[in-house]
């Protein structure tokens, strides 16, 4: 069977072969001293910045907080409100011909009462009952006072047996996008993408919409989840809407002297330099430089700003450290450069323009807050 490639995949591998050929043609040395931080390669536009413990701390600390509307934190939506679509199941104890009017051999369904569109739903002796709009327990307490007219101190107890009158509805990357049901147990957002279930491959938990009342809401769900329980403390209600984004945008390119070079989508706001380099199997032993590890970032309009290409030495006693901590932006593409590698502004000369095909930047954040 032929094997069938991504025009994705033959971009990487020749931007990847371009590169490596770079590194080995002649004259094609790097001056170690050559490119500073702050200084431009030959004229390009691109700005080498060591990955250093302070810029780890300065890019942590200009993070924009991760903020939770107060009003959907605040927001509680009280006991189960009756309506339209609902079945209802009333017991009279001691009066089975009130509980079960379809007889005993029928299912529990059968003797349940459906509330109508209007509202309203039909019992013996009381008549239509305006049941929308009220409590479990509020209508429990009015049908026992309007039943003592006619039956002896009436003990009576109402459930629902099946919920159909409120939902919240749901879209985008959703293994399940069938509307949820609103029951008596109020429905929290993690409940509700628990049920609808979330692909992990396509989503993007950072930008989960919230529509209520006409008004959008974007949550950072992942981060909400991994520093907080906000999500189970966020309760929704009839009419919500969420939507789930998908991660098509959010890619960050891997290539170089690593074991298997690809392109990797991520559900977070962000991924980290050691969990990119983790998920193709590491750099290759053999030939990779650890003192040569880039990400190559803003390759877009280089008239109007710099790009950067952040430099990493693995072989510090504190590289890992710094790996695990610097956090990747959407569209950065990961260079590990070869053992001997030379002169990396002329690198970036030559790969410019494929570079330049993966120019998106997008911000990130940590830490949560409530806002009004």
Known sequence: MRSRRTPL???????????????????????????????????????????????????????????????????????????????????VWDHPELTVPSGTQQQIESNGRLVRPNGEFFFPYIGNIKAAGMTIEGL????????????DQPQLDVSVIRYSSQKVYLSGAFKNTAPINITSRQLTLAEALGQGGVDDTK??????????????????????????????????????????????????????????????????????????????????????????????????????????????????ATGFILASRFQLQPQDVVYVGPTNISRWSRVVEELLPTFQLFSLQTGSAVDIQQVD
């Open 203 to 316: 989503v993007d938990l950072s930008k989960v919409k919230l529509t209520r009342d006409g008004k959008e809401y974007v949550l950072d769900v992942y981060s909400l989840d991994r520093y907080s329980s906000y999500t189970s403390k966020i309760y929704l209600k009839d009419g919500d809407s969420l939507h789930l984004t998908y991660n098509d945008d959010k890619k960050v390119f891997v290539m170089g002297e690593v074991q298997k070079p690809t392109s990797l989508g991520f559900r977070a706001n962000t991924v980290s330099l050691a969990d990119a380099l983790g998920s193709v199997g590491g750099v290759d032993q053999a030939s990779a430089d650890g003192k040569a590890v880039y990400v190559i970032r803003g390759m877009g309009d280089l008239e109007k700003e710099k790009a950067r290409v952040y430099q990493l030495n693995s072989k510090s």
């Open 140 to 151: 429990a307490d009015y049908m026992t006072k309007e039943l003592a007219t006619y039956v």
């Open 9 to 91: 995949y033959w971009l990487l591998a020749a931007a990847s072969l371009s590169l490596a050929g770079c590194m080995l043609a002649p004259g094609h040395h790097m001056d170690k001293g050559e490119l500073r931080r702050g200084e431009t390669a030959d004229n390009v536009g691109v700005e080498l910045v060591p990955i250093t413990p302070e810029l780890i701390m300065a890019d942590e600390k200009a993070r924009a907080p991760i903020t939770v509307p107060r009003d959907l934190v605040q927001f509680n939506p009280g006991s189960y409100r009756i309506g339209a679509g609902d079945v209802l199941y009333v017991t």
